[in-house]
């Protein structure tokens, strides 16, 4: 079945610093790829998307890149800060099936020192 | 506007009790999910509402589990007799339609401990 392998954390990283959070995936379909962020006492919010392969999703400065040749959705950014601190998802979404479910990975707390 | 709300934010209940988890998706938004996040695991896909469809069940975990759904508003997530293995956050999302595109709203969650 269809699965989100990201790896594990944490990730701890001084302000400023390049960031790299890995996700590969496994599915029967084309599917769509997100990254959702939860903060620290809040709720699980879109961070950012894309729909087909060699799509680049991008927001507050991170982005992910849709590789379909090795079916990974990186995320990326290349300068911390303290308030990027919070637990990263990947997440697909394989439109081979009637629902919209995402299937999400484990989930990357990234901690941020300044 | 209003997000995504549910209730109640925690539950503590003894093995063998019922609970009703509740949530109230965004006015308009035709598609709802249930989704159950255990300690230090991704989340797990539950069931999902899309308008007057049938629902996908395919996601709950045993018979214990069941929701419903009020045509686009309330729905309630009900687990009978629960164990302790049911312990974990569950989150319930809502989206404008049911395609995979649109982005997932997600609620604060319940926080169920069975002891």
């Known amino acids: 079945g269809d699965s989100v392998t990201q790896m594990e954390g944490p990730v701890t990283l001084s302000e400023e610093a390049f960031l790299t959070i890995n996700c590969t995936y496994t599915a029967t379909g084309y599917p769509s790829l997100f990254w959702y962020v939860q903060y620290p006492g809040e709720g699980l919010q879109l961070l950012l998307k894309a729909t087909k392969a060699d799509d680049k999703g991008s927001n507050k400065g991170f982005e992910a890149t849709y590789r379909k040749e090795t079916t990974s959705f990186h995320l990326e950014k290349g300068s911390v800060q303290v308030s990027d601190s919070a637990v990263y998802f990947c997440a697909l979404s394989d439109h081979a099936y009637n629902t919209d479910k995402l299937i999400f990975g484990t989930g990357t707390r990234l901690q941020v020192f300044p | 506007g209003a997000g995504v709300s549910q209730s109640p934010s925690n539950k503590v209940t003894e093995k063998g009790k019922d609970v009703e988890l509740r949530c109230d998706p965004i006015?308009?938004?035709?598609?709802l999910y249930w989704y159950r996040q255990r300690l230090g695991q991704g989340l797990e896909f539950l069931i999902y509402f899309q308008g007057n469809s049938a629902p996908d069940k395919s996601g709950l975990p045993s018979d214990r589990f069941s929701a419903e759904r009020t045509g686009e508003s309330v729905s309630t997530l009900t687990i009978q007799r629960t164990q302790q293995e049911d312990s974990a956050v569950y989150l319930c999302a809502s989206s404008l339609v049911g395609q995979g595109s649109y982005e997932q709203y997600f609620g604060p969650g319940t926080r169920l401990t069975v002891t």
């Open positions: 006015s308009g938004h035709t598609a």
